[in-house]
């Protein structure tokens, strides 16, 4: 029942939604053609150069065969024509039976009656050559053609050709003499002398019409999350949050920290939105008497840890007392992007190694306390499911005000759906442009029967060039325009719920001093 409350019917309903959900796009499709080219332009490159260099060298001598012709161009005369008195008759005669000859050509000419004469009046086994010919219109004008890769071949061939083709159409059209106008000749060079430059320019758009004809077939197959209308039409999981991306270029390439909000290269619309996740989350955690929420997505590299960070920043810039726990046991890899010292984590304060004091460690540029170890561990399971592991979690509800477990992908293991049993609320994490849509809710029906509910999803690293909100959620004239008025969020209300948890912080603090 609840799989159906939260896609809004049976599986079969949810499948056939998709289905109709799948229908191209065409601003997507260009989006993605777009987007493709940007990232794999050196493959359209690379194989313009190969394609450059396949064309190249087919037109060389590895590949190619020179090719001579040799020809000749005669007018046909009739056994009548010695008769000058009768020119004009003989003529008409002429053309007609020129007329004949070229409809009788093809035939002639592939003929093994000619070919076998042409071998007897040359000695040969075979003729190496390809002859052709054709008749000039209204006149008794005969061009005739041999093309061989020997330009001997062509010239001998042509002489024979010329010498027996009256005896063999003889009985076809009655006697005929040819008389040259241009004799046979022997070709210099070859008629085919390739253009290196052209068959270059020829192999080079022909490979980069393949990569482009490649990435266009990617873009339309393609079927990840690229806006949270493609997600809201199959299932009633709300987006709570769009992140922008920030660019890689803004950090500095040994930098192994986490984007941090503080940072004063983190663009303003990154640090705001996460103010206003972060905002949003504490209350309504506050509204369920919960301090402790699970991270996860579904696939690694979606940003969930970045985001459970800033998030755990942003509260203890309120003055919250929040621990950040790196829960992913198997992986451990949150910890060097805090600090290059060693420690212990989770799975050493549940199993009795170290106390919880002892483990945490202490950011003091952020004021975020931070739990998590340097190696990976074995027999995850084994230790989320151990008896101390609850006693573990209510030691740190009495010490923080808020704990965010940073979870493993749900697609390759079952950890956060045991995490989210101790939890008070679950976040999901999804990145632009990573997942298929299946994919994403098959891994969240996997936490539909934990005791955790689903507080929604943050769509995260949405580019920031992508237009106005309503379609991807960010436009470029500043905070108004980053796509929380769908939600409730407007700039003035943001900024007012922002300084006013400030306020409640700066005072939290007083009275604690």
């Not at 086994?125 to 053609?145: E, F, K, L, P, Y």
């Not at 930098?255 to 705001?272: G, H, K, L, N, V």
């Not at 809710?441 to 060039?465: K, M, Q, R, T, W």
């Not at 922002?498 to 604690?512: H, P, V, W």
């Amino acid at each position: 029942m609840a799989e159906q409350d939260r896609y809004g019917g049976n599986s079969q309903n949810l499948s056939r939604k998709i289905e109709e959900d799948d229908a191209i796009d065409l601003r997507t499709l260009f989006w993605n053609v777009i987007q493709g080219i940007l990232k794999f332009w050196w493959l359209i490159l690379l194989l313009a150069a190969v394609g450059a260099g396949a064309f190249y060298l087919r037109a060389t001598r590895l590949f190619y065969t020179p090719m001579y012709q040799s020809s000749a161009t005669f007018t046909v005369l009739t056994g009548g024509t010695m008769d000058t008195e009768n020119s004009t008759y003989n003529f008409y005669y002429d053309t007609n039976t020129v007329g004949q000859l070229a409809k009788t050509f093809p035939y002639i000419l592939s003929s093994s009656l000619l070919t076998e004469a042409i071998e007897e009046d040359l000695g040969v086994d075979a003729v190496n050559g390809r002859i052709s010919a054709q008749a000039v219109s209204d006149s008794n004008m005969i061009t005739m053609t041999v093309t061989s890769n020997s330009p001997e071949d062509a010239r001998a061939i042509l002489e024979s050709t010329i010498k027996v083709y009256p005896d063999v159409v003889r009985f076809v059209i009655g006697d005929t003499r040819f008389s040259m106008i241009d004799e046979p000749t022997t070709p210099t060079e070859p008629y085919n002398r390739p253009s290196y430059l052209d068959q270059i320019l020829k192999g080079a758009l022909f490979g980069a019409g393949s990569g482009f004809l490649l990435i266009c077939l990617c873009a339309l197959f393609k079927k990840t999350v690229q806006k949270p209308e493609e997600l809201n039409s199959v299932m009633s999981l709300s987006c709570i949050a769009n992140i922008p991306e920030v660019s890689k270029k803004l950090r500095k390439k040994q930098d192994t920290r986490w984007i941090q909000m503080q940072d004063s290269r983190t663009p303003q619309a990154f640090r705001e939105n996460i103010q206003s996740l972060q905002i949003r989350i504490s209350r309504e955690l506050e509204e369920k008497g919960g301090k402790v929420l699970v991270l996860t997505s579904t696939l690694p590299g979606e940003g969930k840890s970045t985001l459970a960070y800033n998030l755990a920043i942003a509260a203890a810039s309120h003055g919250v007392k929040v621990l950040f726990v790196d829960a992913d046991l198997r992986k451990k890899a949150d910890r060097k992007h805090l600090t290059e010292e060693k420690g212990r984590g989770l799975a050493s304060v549940v199993t009795g190694k170290c106390s919880l004091q002892e483990a945490v460690y202490r950011e003091e540029e952020t004021g975020v306390d931070f739990l998590g170890g340097s190696k990976p561990v074995k027999g995850v399971q084994q230790i989320l499911n151990h008896s101390s592991f609850h006693e573990v979690i209510k030691e740190m509800k009495a010490q923080w005000d808020l704990i965010l477990l940073d979870a493993p992908p749900t697609e390759m293991f079952e950890d956060a759906s045991i995490l989210a049993e101790q939890a008070d609320g679950i976040l999901y994490v999804i990145r632009y442009d990573q997942v298929q849509k299946r994919r994403i809710l098959d891994s969240i029906s996997g936490l539909e029967d934990s005791s955790a509910p689903l507080l929604g999803y943050v769509f995260n690293g949405v580019p920031v060039h992508r237009g106005g909100y309503g379609y991807y959620g960010y436009g470029r004239y500043g905070y108004g325009y980053y796509g929380y008025g769908s939600y409730g969020y407007g700039e003035r209300k943001n900024r007012e719920r922002i300084s006013a948890e400030e306020d409640r912080g700066r005072n939290r603090r007083a009275k604690d001093d």
